[in-house]
């Protein structure tokens, strides 16, 4: 079983930083695309980011430019580097995993492996 854990929220100022972790474990992380979503209340579950099996990424229009994905292969971490956060920027922020020949068509991006998420709060 894929246990996915983020971390790295907080609350932060307009303009501000964060570096967000999902740490990756029961698998080789290599094997498996990872998606990161966002979701602020009152609102669907969105899609900021994510990373394919071939080590490609890309990122929405909200987000590309101030986003940026990384990894590191040897401890099954995959980070989510956020420059210049805004107020809208403000959600609970999740990491998730598949195959990339397997989806579960009930779920945001056919993702099957989903991690509990961690705040991110940007103050004005």
């Known amino acids: 079983q894929v246990q996915l854990v983020e971390s790295g929220g907080g609350s932060v100022q307009s303009g501000g930083s964060l570096r967000l972790s999902c740490a990756v474990s029961?698998?080789?992380?290599?094997?498996?695309?990872i998606g990161w979503y966002r979701q602020a209340p009152g609102k669907e579950r969105e899609e900021v980011a994510h990373?394919?099996?071939?080590?490609?990424?890309s990122y929405s229009e909200s987000v590309k430019g101030r986003f940026t994905l990384t990894q590191d292969n040897d401890k099954n971490v995959v980070y989510l580097q956020i420059d210049n956060l805004k107020p809208e920027d403000t959600a609970m922020y999740y990491c998730?995993?598949?195959?990339?020949?397997?989806?579960?068509?009930?779920?945001?991006?056919?993702?099957?492996?989903w991690g509990q998420g961690t705040q991110v709060t940007v103050t004005s």
């Open positions: 998730a995993a598949r195959r990339g020949n397997e989806y579960e068509t009930s779920q945001p991006g056919g993702y099957y492996f």
């Open positions: 029961g698998a080789t992380f290599t094997d498996y695309a």
């Open positions: 990373l394919e099996t071939d080590g490609s990424t």
